[in-house]
């Protein structure tokens, strides 16, 4: 009798991001009323929810009116998909990806049902956050098993935890940064900017492990590049709000590179895809900056999207994963930080 393949889904879990003008607003209510990003108790989480989102609406709909009006993060996130599909296909088992956004379509409900409608055997979820945040990646699982009761899924579910020194990520930022490395003529008078999303203070000092990770990743990328003396620093974007963040700041890290006179290469270290954070942030904005402030040349390394060393260590990981109990955490199994399990657990 012919053996029946069985049906594996891949989740993946990003941000997410407005796909026209109009989406901004509400693109940014959901995200402010998520509890994981504003910690207050309803109704003043609703309250501020809409004061914050109005407030920033227009800011943001500029911002992703240099990107023609929209966030490219869903389709680059299919392209990583396909190429997960790819990477995995082959074996007794047939992958297929579905995209889970946090914030904006398609939301981890539609993942869901189209996960349902298929018929899967097991579920692997595989967040594109390299670096485990209770922001981000536990802010995903936990809108997944809201997502995953509603729609009645009772397929094995086996979890991604978080891989900051996978060795095919890094392998894949050093493939990136040596492409520009080499585009610059070498290293002297150059500094690289390990340039991470930050977070508030408040969230690390309450056990987030979303720095040290960050930390993690930039060390071993640094490492791994192999050259000596190599100037470098790890430093964090995109605050919004009041609250204090965790640093240093990158923009403060480009006026004081301008101040000595040395040249800059970014690497966005904690995002994988192209979004409004990468071409408007660290491009326009910061790359304007940069000019300003004096800095004699400013290149920036592109995101991950679909490298294939990148696209391999995805693949492994959910590989590892199928065989993992439930949750894989490669940096716990090596006795690194990552309280993320215990949030896990919790949620659970
Ligand atoms: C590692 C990734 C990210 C962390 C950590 C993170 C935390 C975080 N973000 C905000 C507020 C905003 N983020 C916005 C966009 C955005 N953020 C990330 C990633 C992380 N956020 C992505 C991938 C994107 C999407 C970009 C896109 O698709 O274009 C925005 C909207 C844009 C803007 O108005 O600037 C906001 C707002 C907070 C408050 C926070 C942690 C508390
Ligand atoms: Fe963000
Ligand atoms: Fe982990």
Redesign the pocket.
């Known amino acids: 009798m012919a053996r029946m393949t069985r049906k594996v889904a891949v989740v993946l879990f990003?941000?997410?991001?407005p796909d026209k003008p109009e989406a901004v607003e509400p693109f940014?209510f959901n995200?402010f009323i998520d509890p994981a990003?504003i910690r207050v108790p309803q109704p003043f989480r609703w309250l501020i929810a809409k004061l914050v989102s109005k407030r920033?609406a227009p800011?943001?709909k500029e911002?992703?009116a240099a990107l023609g009006g929209g966030?490219p993060?869903v389709p680059l996130t299919r392209d990583q998909g396909q190429a997960l599909e790819a990477a995995l296909a082959g074996g007794e088992s047939e992958f297929r990806s579905f995209i889970a956004m946090r914030y904006w379509h398609p939301f981890a409900d539609e993942a869901a049902a189209a996960i349902k409608a298929w018929g899967a055997d097991e579920i692997i979820l595989l967040p594109l956050?390299p670096?485990y945040?209770t922001?981000?990646t536990e802010s995903s699982f936990r809108d997944w098993e809201r997502a995953a009761a509603k729609a009645g899924l009772s397929a094995p579910v086996k979890t991604v935890c978080c891989y900051p020194l996978a060795p095919g990520f890094i392998a894949a930022h050093v493939a990136l940064l040596r492409d520009v490395i080499a585009k610059a003529g070498g290293t002297d008078g150059i500094r690289i900017l390990f340039s991470?999303?930050g977070?508030?203070k408040k969230?690390i000092e309450a056990g987030d492990p979303?720095q040290a990770q960050v930390e993690q990743s930039c060390a071993a990328l640094a490492a791994a590049l192999g050259i000596e003396g190599l100037d470098w620093v790890t430093c964090y974007q995109?605050r919004?709000?009041p609250l204090e963040w965790i640093g240093p700041a990158t923009d403060k890290e480009i006026i004081r590179a301008g101040s000595e006179g040395k040249s800059l290469i970014v690497v966005p270290i904690?995002?994988v895809s192209e979004?409004?954070?990468t071409l408007v942030e660290l491009d326009k904005e910061y790359g304007h900056l940069a000019k300003e402030s004096g800095v004699p040349r400013y290149f920036r390394v592109p995101a991950l999207g679909t490298e294939p060393h990148f696209i391999e260590a995805l693949a492994g990981l959910v590989r590892a994963a199928q065989a993992s109990d439930t949750i894989l955490c490669p940096e716990e199994a090596a006795g690194h930080v990552c309280t993320a399990r215990a949030g896990l657990k919790m949620a659970g």
């Open positions: 990003n941000l997410g991001g940014l995200l990003i920033r800011v943001a911002i992703y966030s993060i956050y670096q945040s922001t981000t991470a999303h977070l508030p969230v979303y995109s919004v709000g904690a995002f979004h409004s954070e």
